[in-house]
């Protein structure tokens, strides 16, 4: 900011009176495209202490869930290779799309609803980039180079063995990290046991699941020890979209201008309000604390992920100038404004009653998920024979057992009525767990039953209690009849 827009920014109550000057390039870069590095503080507080135990919580989930089952099943996993999905041990196959594919919507739309009336809060405490980063690897970084000041000086000196020894050794226990990650990443593809098999059995035995493996274990390393902020400033699409879903009434992290400014340094035993200074002793301790480099003076921007960093540092130091907490804070715009407290509102209720109500839609749709689907297909080139005066056709089935626990089925013909089952096997068929059982059965009418050549009918698929499992409709074939 040059001296004249900082001059308009100060007198401006904390706004700035020209955005089209006040800076048109991401904050983490030189106006040359240099990239401008970052070395945040070592945050601590109320708020950070809190999202050290979201962000424990969440990596603990993340390592034990490959490793829990129910029923026999992955409580989660994504196999693409063989098209299966589990999701709190309940499997889902390619012929359930249509459910992941509502369930991405919903997901859609509670992220929208969620970011309209609290922000970006998933951001700071929740998405996994902040978790790893801030969380795991800038924690590695303290110990082993020191808070900001000693990292920015490590970062100006020489390439002597102090620095050697500490990047080598950051960079080294990262790789270590990349490849743990990655390979738990894995897991919830082909599950734990195939990951220890093909890692067991080594590289020249698996040598395409290896490079695999050290590619994204490379772009892992990347992400997290060189582009870090970048990802959220430059890549996430959900930094973007915030711009479009937040309004005055969304909560985000925001500097209290009416009370900070104007801006003065801190003199002991002075009277601020009788000398017209705001309670902003511009100590900058906001700014050197932020992982993504921003002022959060200068208004809501881009690269504020609400990480909360920002609002610990300043109440901190309000507490030791003897200032009320909050100048840095949650709240909504409306509220800086007029300073009236933000309340839970109708707006808020009305949101958070769809953000459940989707939810519960969403349950509802797995809940009532058919537990097998059954499919009766003709076999190509096959026709129908006449027999003591009945019609038979062949067909080919397809059963595919969704649930944890085998099923023994029964077949019988809905519409039109008088069909007769005959089995290549026998009169039951046993369909074993999470698997997909194929034969053929034969169905008959009378020749008085059938009306028509091509003939539409439904058949149901029984289990052994006589409840109805799913129902397919196809057609049966015939003699050719004229009608009149």
């Known amino acids: 900011m040059s001296e004249k827009e900082e001059t308009e920014f100060r007198g401006g109550q904390g706004q700035v009176l020209d ?4 800076r048109d390039s991401i904050g983490t870069m030189e106006q040359s495209g240099k990239r401008k590095w970052i070395f945040p503080k ?9 999202r050290n135990i979201v962000a424990y919580t969440l990596l603990l989930f993340y390592f034990a869930v490959p490793f829990i089952t129910i029923n026999g099943n992955p409580f989660l996993q994504f196999d693409l290779i063989n098209r299966q999905f589990f999701i709190v041990g309940l ?3 390619p012929q359930d799309f249509y459910l992941l594919t509502i369930g991405a919507i919903v997901s859609l739309i509670c992220i929208i609803i969620f970011t309209i009336a609290f922000g970006r809060i998933f951001c700071g405490w929740i998405c996994p980039q902040t978790i790893f980063l801030e969380s795991v690897f800038r924690k590695i970084e303290y110990l ?22 500490k990047r080598a050794l950051k960079w080294t226990i990262y790789v270590i990290l990349s490849l743990i990650f990655t390979h738990f990443m894995f897991m919830y ?4 046991k195939e990951v220890i098999r093909i890692v067991s059995e080594g590289p020249l035995a698996h040598p395409t699941n290896f490079i695999v493996m050290i590619l994204l274990s490379a772009a892992f390393y990347f992400v997290f020890a060189w582009f870090r902020e970048q990802v959220c400033t430059l890549v996430c699409p959900y930094g973007r979209l915030q711009g479009v879903l937040i309004d005055k009434e969304t909560i985000n992290v925001f500097y209290d201008y009416n009370r900070g400014e104007n801006r003065a340094k801190w003199r002991k035993g002075e009277d601020r309000k009788a000398a017209g200074k705001g309670d902003c002793i511009d100590c900058y301790q906001c700014v050197v604390v932020c992982p993504t480099g921003i ?3 200068d208004g809501q921007q881009l690269e504020c992920v609400n990480c909360t960093a920002c609002i610990d540092a300043c109440d901190e130091v309000m507490d030791k100038v003897g200032l009320p907490r909050g100048l840095v804070r949650y709240a909504t715009e409306k509220e800086i404004e007029t300073q009236i407290p933000t309340k839970f509102t109708t707006r808020m ?3 958070l009653i769809i953000l459940i109500g989707l939810q519960i839609f969403l349950g509802f749709m797995l809940y009532n998920r058919p537990e097998m689907e059954v499919k009766f297909i003709k076999p190509a080139g096959s026709t129908f024979f006449v027999r003591n005066n009945h019609i038979t056709n062949t067909y080919s089935y397809t059963f595919l057992n969704k649930t944890n626990e085998k099923k023994t089925v029964t077949i019988k013909v809905l519409e039109p009525a008088n069909g007769q089952i005959g089995y290549s096997s026998s009169s039951k068929i046993v369909v074993q767990r999470d698997k997909i059982t194929k034969g053929s059965v034969t169905i008959s009418f009378p020749e008085t039953e059938m009306k028509l050549s091509k003939q539409n009918i439904s ?12 129902t397919y409709d196809t057609y049966f074939e015939g003699p050719f009849k004229l009608q009149f």
Not at 189 to 192: A, P, Q
């Open 91 to 93: 499997p889902f196959y």
């Open 459 to 470: 058949i149901g698929v029984y289990d052994e209690k006589g409840e109805l499992l799913d």
């Open 349 to 351: 209720m009305t949101f």
């Open 189 to 192: 593809v082909v599950g734990y």
């Open 19 to 22: 955005p089209e000057t006040y």
């Open 42 to 50: 070592k945050p601590k507080g109320r708020y950070t202490n809190y």
């Open 295 to 297: 002022d959060i003076r």
């Open 144 to 165: 082993i180079e020191g808070d900001r000041n000693r990292q920015m000086k490590l970062d100006r000196q020489e390439w002597n063995s102090e620095k050697i020894w």
